[in-house]
Nanobody, 126 residues
């Protein structure tokens, strides 16, 4: 059974940092892409950052480039999202998603992913 468990969310002031973790189990981690998506109240789901184990390609949405960094610890089946210089507009529920990848997965498209975690709340105060 595929399981994705997010952690690391919380309340932080603008300019602060958080590191989200996505612990994966139930599949061969090296064969999958892992993505971070977020959904703010009243808004649609947005791809934040994704990483593919197949060829290590990454995706970042424009609004987080230079502030967020995605990384993968394949030995521990965990993907991290380091979020620096957080802004109030980063406030959302952040979800981890996974899908098998053969190099052709559209990383930044939510519909590409078949497995989702429960989410972790990130709140950035101004």
């Amino acid at each position: 059974e595929v399981q994705l468990v997010e952690s690391g969310g919380g309340l932080v002031q603008a300019g602060g940092s958080l590191r989200l973790s996505c612990a994966a189990s139930g599949f061969t981690f090296d064969d999958y892409a892992i993505g971070w998506f977020r959904q703010a109240p009243g808004k649609g789901r947005e791809a934040v950052s994704c990483i593919a184990s197949y060829d290590h390609r990454t995706y970042y949405t424009d609004s987080v480039k230079g502030r967020f960094t995605i990384s993968s610890d394949n030995a521990n089946n965990t993907v991290y999202l380091q979020m620096n210089n957080l802004k109030p507009e980063d406030t959302a529920v952040y979800y981890c998603a996974a899908e098998i990848d053969n190099g052709y997965l559209q990383l930044g498209v939510g519909a590409s992913y078949g497995y989702w975690g429960q989410g972790t709340q990130v709140t950035v105060s101004s």
